[in-house]
């Protein structure tokens, strides 16, 4: 028997997703740094890292949900440090009532993180929606505008609240509490707490990006009047995503409350807005895990970089930003998404 001359040619199979591709390996090496972290930390008798590492993590946060409204939706706010500060101010003004036992409409003031930290969401929240409604009834130059005159209203209206500490804010003498065995007094467990708060927004950021709310918000971006010729509406869709983004921004000033135990004016003003900003620009505009890697970078320099420019000429450490400018001019020329796109590759 003879064979064939011509074989039959075997059916198409699917492609094969590879499981190790270089983002994966790359998220997987971010995780399994920021989870021994603490152990390092402690091995190296530098506990001081965990708390500058719990910052990092909390301002990733914030970044996060600035993100999900800048470098998704295209909406340049330039007021998000607001919904940050009103998180903070939820913490700071019920501990003050906890602490004196007097009421705030009627109820007694509360530590407990299971009721604090929602309302530090909702509070978010809620101050988004109106800023929202109004501010998307524009675009571009004015809506950043208007956005960032709604920030300095309510910087300003808490600089002058002399119940609530006023210009001097409100130092917090102990931490939110949760459930045992969960005791957040303890710098570690707080940053574990945080870490894992952390993932679970950037979970629901990629869910929320990757559904069809998080397609239109995207088409929205690239091609508003055609999104609405479709017939979606547009507006909404990106109100829904300006509130949820308040509701994390109100997360993560709730833990920077508890982060750095104070609450201030400060945390409302522009200039944080700018800092958001820029940890977004930094580490790559509509990239979720751009943030985090922004924020690690612009909280490690402005850490690290005026010590070093002390040793060079003394004095000389309070001009660090020197040194940030030529960074973002290099990254914005160089490295489309950032710094993350650096570590993933180009299509990360």
């Known amino acids: 028997m003879t064979a064939p001359l011509f074989r039959p040619s075997m059916p198409p199979t699917a492609p094969r997703t590879a499981l190790l591709t270089r983002p994966r390996i790359a998220l997987l090496i971010l995780l399994a740094v920021a989870l021994a972290l603490p152990t390092v930390a402690d091995w190296m008798g530098e506990p001081f890292y965990v708390r500058l590492a719990t910052r990092i993590l909390v301002f990733a946060l914030a970044a996060v949900s600035l993100d999900l409204i800048l470098g998704f939706g295209g909406m340049v706010s330039f007021g998000h440090a ?4 009103i998180g903070g101010y939820v913490v700071g003004i019920l501990f003050a ?8 409409f009627g109820l007694p003031g509360t530590v407990n993180g299971l009721i604090v930290w929602p309302l530090a969401m909702l509070a978010g929240a809620l101050a988004a929606l109106p800023v929202g409604a109004i501010s998307l009834r524009t675009s571009g130059v004015p809506f950043i505008m208007i956005t960032l005159a709604f920030a300095q209203m309510l ?16 130092a917090l003498w102990s931490r939110s509490t949760l459930p045992a065995p969960l005791n957040i007094a303890d710098h570690t467990t707080f940053y574990y707490v945080v870490l894992g708060l952390l993932v679970a927004a950037l979970a629901l950021g990629w869910r929320l990006v990757n559904s069809r709310f998080g397609r239109v918000i995207r088409g929205a971006k690239d091609n508003e009047r055609r999104m609405a010729a479709l017939g979606y509406p547009v507006t909404r869709y990106k109100l829904a995503a300006f509130v ?7 997360l993560a000033g709730a833990l920077l409350a508890n982060a750095t135990m104070f609450v201030g004016p400060q945390y409302l003003h522009w200039s944080r807005s700018g800092d958001l900003i820029v ?4 580490g790559g505009i509509g990239t979720l895990i751009g943030p985090v890697l922004g924020a690690a970078a612009l909280l490690l320099l402005e850490e690290f970089v005026p010590e070093l420019m002390d040793l060079a000429h003394a004095g000389l450490g309070e001009h660090w930003k020197i040194v940030l400018g030529p960074v973002l001019i290099l990254l ?11 570590v993933a590759g180009r299509r990360p």
């Open 82 to 85: 607001a919904f940050v500060g």
């Open 97 to 104: 009532h906890q602490s004196d036992g007097s009421t705030l």
């Open 155 to 170: 910087f300003y209206l808490m600089t002058g609240l002399k119940a609530y500490g006023g210009d001097d804010g409100i």
């Open 244 to 250: 949820i983004a308040g509701a994390l921004a109100g």
């Open 279 to 282: 940890m977004v620009v930094l």
């Open 332 to 342: 914005v020329l160089y490295a489309r998404k950032g710094l993350w796109g650096v």
